[in-house]
């Protein structure tokens, strides 16, 4: 009988009554042949793996992490309170030492959901991962958290949550912007004033291989994950950089999943995209799945796999290499660049940008406050306004946010309830409350 | 008339019923080492002065397989695997003769490496120069498309008298358990083949022409001749046997939970409407994980002879017995020997149990009577928790869509149902510390053998259509069929129904017990690019476990309910 070497839960939920709409990618049928290969494979019956029932997420989850407008139950539908729930699962039973690591096999996805949530972006509503991650930090009182987003899109979503959290190392692997949605992940976005570092980039060309991609991984992740020491770590594990996605340019390969979770030994892992719902998810969930669990996964290979036609071209090598030297330099001066930011004076930094939410096709324009703060991610202030016109305040205090953070945001939520916005919302993360005003 | 037999490791149960009811019933002890005799005597003990023209039917159930696999007295299995891409294959070896060989086929039933018939023939040469007789051939998602198990097939059949193919045993996904279920109806063949050969030939002797079935796991019956193409369907039937026994008694209306308390342990399975549930994939039996349709239970090791310690100032009991209870000579103290120092069983040597009770209750610091109430306490409390346990597993099953989700049906059982040898005893003691009803199962001491007598043909088929591929594949048959664009759910539901009925018939069903249930209907689109260019559809269909129509047995109102104290 297979055993294996480490105790493995997964969570399964393809949602096979959900669609965007019937011929989108993100459809019913969108797991269905990696379930049959699961099923197939025996995988639940390998002793050491368990497949947890998911249970469902909160609305009080749901507002630790995102701004809803005008509310959390017209931002989801059940699948999404599900698929948030499945990964939350799985984080539970890892910090409650019922299995040492796990997969949330879950739809629909959520890296793409920014702390704003007014329509769908990317196939995404609300932030799988960071539901889970602020539930177990309020559960359990952990704190330094890294999240690695190997999906070949960039984790906007993601990054706009722990844009201000110097807690939250947040690390994207993804085909450069400049070829792909959401065009954006470049080396350039580092996080923001109190946060400057603990957000990485690593954009990659076209046609990057198991070789460029696995080299980076080795040579510039792990150190960096190394050096941050973080309590957890999550990889929202999408499965699109495979040579045989319909939607993007890369060429991984089942093996080298398996082999990129094998070097980053993630706690819990969250599927992300990945829309070659024959060719590669059943074959990359095999790997991921039995690489988790330390079980062999050397026979996971896809039976149209033809090495030499997605071997890396060397100026792929070339530029990958330089990349990472590029990130890795990044990273050593972000104490340096941290205090650059401070030595005008300033104590508040204030950026404007639009947000375009092209699921539901609807653009937002945000004007962000951001107090800096040396003691703690620092109190946030945005003024969010959509085409359609609704203006609304959001006001969020971190959860271990100073004394003078916490008062600079309640009295931002204070003056918000008089000036001109149809809502005033405030997420006081140290009381775990949210207000609406 | 119908008769029923349940040979089981202790005793042989056999009744005789008509449509009023049970006309008679015996038990004779089991001989282990020759089964053969113990059914016989069985029938020979009811048959008497009964003419043999008025048997209709007749249904067996033993632990013929179910001991030859535990004893590992199985004959030497040829095996072939065809695998594929995932797990290394290897991890699933069944013994020295397992061969790994070219040929693959996908998810969808597309074919990615085709078979090399020279490899088989050299494999299948070999097999008979080592005098192996029974070959299985396995392939990874043979039930999506049974091509290459039937080419492999055909080129091993010369060479070997049985070859038994994965596609067969069931439509459900998982390749190791199809290699396990293959492999051990290849391995109790032989024996189950010349056992019931032999039964058969005795039966007609006795003027007895009857059809013949034989009990499964699931609840469900086939017939003798079905039983010698899949004959692994027939280990563990004797548990089955006993909760279709209790299938009359438990009111239609509830969530039952039937308990079957024997000697060393107590099974435990659910019943819902009057309708055992079913493990979701299969038994798990011993070392092997299998797709063999069974009844999902739950056994605790405690019975009435469990052996009863105290470590620690703790009672522990079971999960072993050290043969009898005191009061029958044994060495070690046990419930039963509680229940005749209570003076609730008059059985037995009252003064040996009485003084084994009490050297437990001087170490309990508890006088005798004191002990034995505690130690039948503790016994329930554990059995009450095992079922609470049973429970919440079963409502906790992963549900795979937002519908069941939402939805899900959760069980909330109100009514245990106790049968076996020593349940009358331990009736009162689970009612007073249960909130659930109990209620003792009539004629309990028989209850395997009528559940056996009554049990109805169980069985299922698992259609999936492939509109873009123009394939319909249907499990437990060699049979593929060409379908158009325009093949609907409409369609797929009429011949699943039909090759279920098909296949009902053949397993010796009788038309008016066809109770069909849909137990998967779904369809996806299938998609290439961003247009729709087919359909993948999926629908099940079984005859559930269930009781034949025409037979009349005492039902809930007559069975005995214990009063818990509260009430």
Request: hydrophobic share 40%; glycine share 10%; aromatic share 6%.
């Amino acid at each position: 009988m297979l055993k294996a070497p480490r105790k493995t839960g997964l969570v399964f939920f393809p949602a096979f009554d959900w669609a965007i709409s019937p011929t989108h990618p993100e459809r019913e049928e969108r797991l269905l042949y990696t379930q049959d290969q699961v099923f197939e494979e025996g995988i639940l019956d390998i002793e050491g793996i368990v497949e947890l029932r998911p249970e469902l997420a909160t609305i009080e989850d749901v507002q630790r992490v995102h701004f809803c407008v005008p509310d959390v139950e017209s931002a989801m539908t059940e699948s999404h309170f599900i698929s948030a729930g499945g990964a939350m699962t799985i984080g539970r039973a890892v910090l409650d030492g019922e299995i040492e690591r796990g997969f949330a096999l879950v739809r629909p996805p959520g890296h793409h959901a920014m702390r704003m949530v007014r329509g769908g972006r990317g196939f995404c509503q609300v932030n799988n991962e960071a539901i889970m991650i602020e539930a177990l930090r309020q559960r359990y009182g952990i704190r330094k958290v890294a999240i690695i987003d190997t999906d070949c899109h960039h984790g906007d979503g993601t990054q706009d949550i722990y844009w201000h959290d110097p807690d939250t190392l947040f690390i994207s692997l993804h085909q450069d912007g400049r070829t792909l949605y959401p065009g954006l992940g470049f080396p350039e976005e580092q996080g923001g004033p109190n946060a400057l570092g603990t957000t990485i980039n690593i954009p990659l060309p076209p046609n990057t291989s198991d070789a460029g991609y696995l080299e980076i991984v080795r040579d510039t992740v792990l150190p960096i994950l190394e050096e941050f020491e973080p309590e957890l770590i999550v990889n929202s594990a999408g499965q699109d950089n495979h040579y045989s996605d319909p939607l993007t340019n890369m060429n991984f390969t089942a093996q080298g999943y398996a082999e990129l979770t094998r070097l980053l030994k993630p706690h819990i892992a969250v599927l992300e995209g990945g829309y070659s719902i024959e060719g590669a998810l059943p074959y990359v969930n095999m790997g991921i799945i039995l690489s988790m669990a330390g079980v062999d996964y050397s026979h996971v290979i896809e039976p149209d796999l033809c090495p030499e036609s997605i071997a890396q071209p060397p100026e792929v090598t070339d530029y990958v290499r330089r990349l990472g030297e590029i990130t890795r330099r990044n990273w050593n001066e972000r104490h340096d660049r941290r205090a650059a930011l401070r030595a005008n004076g300033q104590t508040i930094l204030r950026r404007s940008r639009q947000v375009q939410y092209d699921t539901s096709g609807i653009l937002e324009r945000q004007e962000e406050a951001i107090r800096l703060c040396d003691d703690c991610g620092g109190a946030l202030r945005i003024e969010s306004v959509t085409d359609q016109g609704v203006p609304v305040l959001a006001i969020h205090i971190p959860p271990h946010a100073c004394d003078a953070c916490r008062q600079t945001g309640r009295d931002w939520f204070e003056q918000g309830k008089t000036g001109d916005f149809e809502q005033v919302f405030l997420q006081d993360r140290p009381n775990d409350r949210f207000e609406v005003a | 008339m119908i008769i029923g037999l349940d040979v089981g490791g202790t005793h042989t149960d056999a009744v005789l019923l008509d449509c009023r009811g049970v006309v008679e019933r015996a038990k004779v002890s089991t001989d282990e080492t020759d089964l053969f005799r113990s059914v016989l005597a069985g029938l020979d003990l009811i048959l008497e002065g009964t003419d043999p023209g008025c048997i209709t039917r007749i249904v067996l159930s033993t632990t013929l397989t179910t001991n030859a696999i535990v004893r590992n007295r199985v004959e030497p299995v040829g095996m072939i695997v065809c695998s594929g891409p995932g797990l290394d294959p290897e991890v699933h070896r069944t013994g020295p003769d397992y061969h790994v060989v070219a040929g693959a086929i996908d998810h969808r039933g597309r074919e990615i490496q085709p078979v090399d018939p020279d490899e088989i023939v050299a494999i299948a040469a070999g097999f008979r120069e080592r005098g192996i007789r029974q070959v299985a051939v396995v392939g990874k998602f043979s039930c999506r498309n049974p091509a290459h198990e039937v080419r492999i097939a055909e080129l091993v059949e010369p060479y070997v008298e049985r070859v038994f193919m994965g596609h067969r045993t069931s439509g459900h996904l998982s390749f190791p358990r199809r290699i396990a279920t293959t492999f051990l109806n290849a391995s109790v063949y032989p024996i189950h083949r010349a056992f019931f050969e032999a039964v058969g030939g005795a039966l007609r002797e006795k003027g007895l022409s009857a059809p013949v079935h034989i009990m499964k796991a699931d609840g469900g019956t086939m017939s003798l001749e079905a039983s010698i193409d899949a004959p692994g369907q027939t280990v563990l039937s004797g548990p089955a046997a006993s909760i279709m026994g209790a299938i009359p008694a438990a009111p239609a209306e509830e969530d039952v939970v039937v308990l079957d308390i024997g000697g060393t342990t107590t099974d435990i399975a659910i019943l819902v409407g009057g309708v055992p549930l079913l493990q979701p994939v299969g038994i798990a039996f011993g070392r092997f994980k299998t797709l063999i349709r069974s009844l999902q239970t739950s056994s605790i090791g405690i019975g009435g002879d469990s052996h009863i310690q105290v470590s620690d100032g703790q009672l522990a009991i079971g999960p072993d017995r050290c043969g009898p209870p005191r009061a029958f000579g044994g060495p070690e103290v046990t419930p039963t020997d509680a229940f005749v120092t209570l003076g609730e069983l008059n059985a037995g040597d009252a003064a040996r149990a009485t003084a084994g009770v009490t050297e437990i209750g001087e170490r309990l610091g508890l006088d005798e009577h004191a002990a034995a109430q505690t130690l039948i306490e503790t016994a329930c409390d554990r059995i009450l928790a095992a079922v609470d346990e049973m429970v919440e597993q079963v409502n906790a099953q992963p549900v795979y869509t937002i519908h069941e989700m939402l939805d899900g049906y959760r069980i909330r059982p109100t009514r245990l149902l106790v049968l076996g040898g020593p349940a009358e005893h331990f009736a009162p003691y689970l009612a007073a510390r249960s909130s659930m009803k109990v209620s003792l199962v009539p004629d309990w001491g028989v209850a395997n053998a009528i559940g056996a007598a009554m049990a109805r043909t169980t069985c299922e088929v698992s259609l999936v259509a492939d509109t873009e591929r123009g394939l319909v594949s249907v499990s437990n048959s060699d049979a593929q069929w060409r379908c158009d664009r325009h093949y609907t759910r409409v369609d797929a539901l009429r011949q699943a129904s039909e090759a279920l009925r098909n296949l009902a018939i053949e397993s010796g069903a009788d038309d008016e017990d066809m109770d069909l249930e849909l137990t998967e209907d779904i369809q996806f689109n299938i998609v290439n690019g961003f247009s729709t260019t087919g359909r993948n559809i999926r629908v099940s269909l079984q005859i559930k476990p269930g009781l034949i129509h025409g037979y009349r047995l005492p039902g809930s109102a007559s069975s005995r309910l214990f009063r818990s104290e509260g009430c």
